[in-house]
């Protein structure tokens, strides 16, 4: 069984860093790519970052680059999202998912699995 469980999430200030995990099971973790999503409260989710497990390629939404970064522990199964200098538009619940494919996906409609959400807020 595919299971995906992010943590990490948590009250901090504007200027704060915050770092999300997504511990992967039930598949081979090098045959798909991972994506993280926000939902901002009363909002549609957007993408945020994915990483292709398969070949390392990443990608970011452009309201995310320079602050955040997506990297991989082979060794525990697990993606990270390292999230600094974090704005107040920046709260939202993150989720992650594994795609349906091995190569960067940014449509929702490529993910088959989703992790519960972690509540980001940043707030001073």
């Known amino acids: 069984e595919v299971q995906l469980q992010a943590s990490g999430g948590g009250l901090v200030q504007p200027g704060g860093s915050l770092r999300l995990s997504c511990a992967a099971s039930?598949?081979?973790?090098?045959?798909?790519?991972i994506g993280w999503f926000r939902q901002p409260p009363g909002k549609d989710g957007k993408g945020v970052s994915c990483l292709s497990l398969n070949d390392g390629g990443t990608y970011y939404a452009d309201s995310v680059k320079g602050r955040f970064v997506i990297s991989r522990d082979y060794a525990k199964s697990t993606v990270h999202l390292q999230m600094n200098s974090l704005k107040p538009e920046d709260t939202a619940t993150y989720y992650c998912a594994r795609a349906a494919v091995r190569s960067i996906a940014t449509n929702r409609d490529n993910y088959a699995y989703w992790g519960q959400g972690t509540l980001v807020t940043v707030s001073s």
């Open positions: 039930g598949f081979t973790f090098d045959d798909y790519a």
